[in-house]
């Protein structure tokens, strides 16, 4: 039986291997934190990292000033935490 993962502030996660998954995310208070090449050029190696320790493969991304998305294909297996 498959679960959804629950959290306090966001909807339930099915988790479904080899899935692909659209992820979007704002920063809080609609901040631009993300204004510079650099600091865009910081987060998406930090998305690479990620990516490959868990074993997912990136497809598309897109960083603006205050929010971003991707586009990636999960992990072959069921792990017990994506983060």
Do not use: C
């Not at 600091?39 to 990136?58: H, P």
């Amino acid at each position: 039986m498959e679960k959804y993962r629950t959290h306090q502030h966001t909807p339930p996660h099915l988790f479904r291997p080899n899935a692909i998954y659209m992820v979007t995310s704002g920063i809080f208070g609609n901040r631009r934190l993300l204004n510079t090449n650099d600091k865009k050029g910081k987060f998406l190696e930090v998305l690479f990292e990620r990516a490959e320790i868990l074993d997912w493969n990136l497809e598309a991304w897109a960083v603006l000033d205050n929010h971003y998305h991707f586009v990636a294909r999960g992990h072959q297996k069921r792990r017990n935490s994506l983060h």
